[in-house]
């Protein structure tokens, strides 16, 4: 059975808040999955050296899970034409902030200043659209605790499919009602050219997992 070493473990050590954890996902380059989809546990993105934000929410969860964390993981579901997110919510003080790993200048790191996590969610419902500024953001997911799938889940050889599957069918809560879709402004001009900007240029690779 694989197992984190001793020096991967006390540089894990190190990162006991969510900030410290927060900047450490941010060193990541991006994964833009070029040979398929990937969705690696936690030791081997640490050694790959790249994530999606799949990976870097699974990543970061465990990293918090070390520090007495529950490693929590929750679904932003977006319509058919966007691409879904996953982050790593987490509380502290009694209040809800969350990880995020996202190529792009919106969809990040969230403060410790929500009491709940519907209002965590809609936090990211604005920043949350099309290039002809449509919203797309529809459902959030309850909470996948993972201390509840299989023990080896931090350290597993193959891709964590399982997991996409689980997260996928657990309860998801409406953001809107239907009939005020129809109703949603788009996004100003200046918003969509800022939600282009990218840290990492993908050359041509849009997967599934990588866009958000």
């Not at 006991?16 to 991006?30: C, E, H, I, Y």
């Not at 003080?93 to 790191?109: D, F, I």
């Amino acid at each position: 059975m694989l197992l984190f070493s001793s020096k991967e473990i006390s540089l894990l050590k190190k990162l006991n808040t969510p900030v410290k954890v927060q900047d450490f996902l941010n060193t990541f380059s991006f994964n833009f999955e070029k040979k398929g989809e990937t969705l690696k546990s936690p030791l081997f993105t640490l050694r790959a050296k790249n994530m999606h934000c799949f990976e870097g929410a699974l990543l970061g969860a465990y990293i918090l899970s070390l520090h007495g964390f529950t490693p929590y993981l929750l679904h932003l579901k977006s319509t058919r034409d966007d691409y879904d997110h996953v982050i790593a919510p987490f509380k502290q003080g009694g209040l809800w902030g969350a990880l995020s790993k996202t190529n792009h200048a919106v969809l990040r790191y969230r403060e410790p200043i929500y009491k709940n996590i519907r209002e965590l969610c809609m936090s990211y419902f604005h920043e949350y659209f099309l290039n002809n500024g449509e919203k797309t953001l529809r459902q959030y997911s309850e909470l996948f605790n993972l201390n509840n799938f299989k023990q080896q889940w931090s350290t597993h050889r193959q891709d964590l499919w399982g997991i996409d599957k689980k997260l996928d069918k657990i309860k998801h809560y409406d953001i809107i009602p239907k009939d005020h879709i129809r109703k949603l402004r788009k996004a100003d001009k200046i918003e969509i050219n800022a939600g282009k900007i990218v840290e990492y240029p993908s050359n041509g690779t849009n997967s599934r997992k990588s866009k958000k």
